[in-house]
């Protein structure tokens, strides 16, 4: 009963160390690119979103990933909307500078 136990621990424990480095040749930098985020089935803004996180916590410069092209008039119907609706995600919440003291932009 003693060898068997071992021969089986010895087979568990080699089945797991093959299945250890299954994803090891990515880096957690890699996979929080905006390239392979939306490969695997992100978002645009998903993508955006975790490089502005990434860029805010390196304390590099935040810019936007994709410019969005949209006319005056809808512009203005977004800003109209966003400013009657604050749950709205705009462009402004996302890329201004996040001061310690409260000011009137953080509403």
């Known amino acids: ?6 021969n ?15 994803r090891a040749d990515f880096t957690p930098a890699q996979q929080t690119g905006a390239e392979y985020l939306i490969n695997n089935g992100y978002s645009e803004a998903g993508a955006e979103q975790v490089l502005i996180m990434k860029n805010r916590a390196a304390g ?6 994709y410019e969005k092209k949209h006319n005056k008039f ?15 995600d705009n462009d ?4 201004h500078d996040i001061h310690q003291s409260p000011n009137v932009k953080d509403l």
């Open 1 to 6: 009963m003693g060898v068997m136990r071992r």
């Open 8 to 22: 089986l621990f010895l087979v568990l424990a080699l089945f797991t160390a093959l299945c250890i480095s299954a």
């Open 60 to 65: 590099e410069p935040v810019e936007p990933l």
């Open 74 to 88: 809808v512009r203005f119907l977004q800003n109209c909307y966003s400013y009657l609706d604050p749950a709205v």
């Open 92 to 95: 402004e919440r996302y890329h």
